[in-house]
C-alpha cells in the first residue's frame, strides 16, 4: 500500500499548526508510546514557540480512542490531534467525532486496519513509503525523521534510540545507533538492553501500570531530561536497581519453571511490576528460535507476552487465535512481538490453545 503523500501532508500537518490551535496528544504508554510523544511535543513547541495544551495515555484495559478521550478533547476545544503507536483506524467513529473538530495525524507503525485518509486525517505508518519492516520502524523514530525535517530534533535522538531498542526495532538502524551510543558516551553491550539506554527502556516499560498515576509523571520527567544520565538522577532513577533484579529474578526463574512444549517456553508469573514485557524480550533475545511466551498472573486481568525472535511464527496471530471468544479479552501487536490481555477464568482455556496450535 504505497502513498508517498503522507509524507509531505504529515509534514504540512505539524509546520502549520499555530499559536491559537489547540493539540491534543494521545499516546500509548510503552517507551515508544511516551518517547514519541515527548518528541512530537518538543518539536511543536520548538515551531511555534508554545507547549501543546491536552496530553492523554491510553488506557491499558481499552486499547485505543475511548469515550472519556473524546470528552476530554471536546471540553478542550482542541483543534489538533496526534494520535501515537497505535492504530487509531480500528476505532472509525471515534475518528469521524473528533474529525467534526480536529484535524488528525496518526503516526505509528502497527497493522493498517482500513486505508483511512481524509481531508481531516492522515495516517502517516511506515507501510505507506517504505519497505522496512514495520515493527523494526518504531513510532518514536517515524517521528524523529520527520520532525526532523521541519527543525532541529538532534537533542532527542536519544529518546528514539531508547524506543528503538525498547521495540527490538534495532536492525534497520544499527550504524545509526552506534553514533548515539559514541554521541553520549554509552558503553556498547552485546545486548542493547544491557545498555543504559536498554536500562531506561527497561524502568519505563516496568512502570507502565505500576501505578497508573506515574505515566503523566514520568512523561513530565522525560520532557524535562537533556540527556540519558539525567533519568538516573530523576524520581525514574530510583527504579532502576529494583527493576533491574525483578528482571534478573525472572530470567533466573525462567530456566527452571518455564513449561516447554518443543520450540514453545511458556512461563507464568507474579510481579507488582508489569516486567513480564521486558522479560519476554530479554528472554527472546536469548532463544531467537524458540516461541516465548511469558504470562503474568498479578491481576485479575491475565497480561500476556509473546515472543518469536525469528518470526517463524506470528505471534500476534497465535495470540490473537487463543482468546478468540473469549469476553474483555484483547490481543494483537507484530509478528515477533505481541501481547494480549483477558480475565484469569479463561487462563487454562488459553494456554489449551497455544500448545495446540504449536504442534
Ligand atoms: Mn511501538
Redesign the pocket.
Known amino acids: 500500500m504505497i502513498n508517498i503523500q503522507v509524507i509531505q501532508r504529515a509534514q504540512d500537518f505539524l509546520k502549520t499548526i499555530s499559536r491559537n490551535d489547540r493539540v491534543a496528544i494521545i499516546h ?1 504508554t ?1 517507551p ?2 511516551v518517547f514519541s510523544a515527548v518528541i512530537i511535543a518538543k518539536c511543536i513547541e520548538k515551531l511555534r514557540g508554545k507547549r501543546i495544551e491536552l496530553h492523554i495515555p491510553l488506557e491499558k484495559e481499552q486499547y485505543g480512542i475511548t469515550e472519556r478521550m473524546i470528552k476530554q478533547i471536546q471540553k478542550h476545544k482542541i483543534t489538533k490531534l496526534i494520535a501515537l ?1 497505535f492504530s487509531a483506524e480500528q476505532n472509525l467513529p471515534a475518528l469521524k467525532t473528533i474529525e467534526k473538530q480536529a484535524d488528525i495525524l496518526v503516526i505509528d ?2 497493522k493498517i486496519y482500513t486505508d483511512y485518509q481524509t481531508k481531516k486525517t492522515i495516517l502517516y505508518k511506515p507501510q505507506y513509503f517504505t519497505k522496512i519492516e514495520p515493527s523494526t520502524y ?2 518514536a523514530k517515524l517521528a524523529y525523521d520527520l520532525t526532523g525535517r521541519l527543525t532541529n530534533v538532534s537533542d532527542l535522538d536519544w529518546m528514539a534510540a531508547t ?1 528503538c531498542i525498547a ?1 527490538i526495532a534495532t536492525a534497520p538502524w544499527k550504524d545509526w545507533l552506534s553514533k548515539i551510543f559514541q554521541k553520549y558516551n554509552i558503553k556498547k553491550e552485546k545486548e542493547f538492553f544491557k545498555t543504559k539506554l536498554g536500562k531506561i527502556a527497561a524502568i519505563i516499560c516496568s512502570l507502565e501500570v505500576y501505578d497508573v498515576r506515574l505515566i503523566p509523571e514520568y512523561y513530565k520527567t522525560i520532557y524535562k531530561t537533556k540527556k540519558p544520565d539525567d533519568i538516573f538522577k530523576s524520581k525514574l532513577g530510583k527504579y532502576n536497581k529494583i527493576i533491574d533484579n525483578e528482571l534478573n529474578k525472572h530470567i533466573r526463574l525462567f530456566k527452571t519453571k518455564a513449561k516447554k512444549h518443543g520450540e514453545l517456553y511458556i512461563y507464568e508469573m507474579s510481579s507488582k511490576y508489569r516486567i513480564h514485557s521486558p522479560v519476554s524480550t530479554l528472554l527472546a533475545l536469548k532463544n531467537p528460535h524458540k516461541t516465548i511466551i511469558i504470562i503474568n498472573k498479578t491481576n485479575k486481568l491475565i497480561a500476556v507476552s509473546a515472543r518469536r525472535e525469528d518470526s517463524k511464527i506470528a505471534v500476534n496471530k497465535l495470540l490473537e487465535n487463543a482468546i478468540k471468544g473469549f469476553k474483555n479479552a484483547n490481543a494483537g501487536g507484530h509478528t515477533p512481538a505481541a501481547g494480549a490481555g483477558f480475565p484469569k477464568k479463561y487462563l487454562k482455556k488459553f494456554k489449551q490453545r497455544i500448545i495446540k496450535a504449536s504442534y
Open positions: 500509548d510503552d515508544d508510546g503507536d507503525h502497527h518504531c513510532t524506543a521495540d
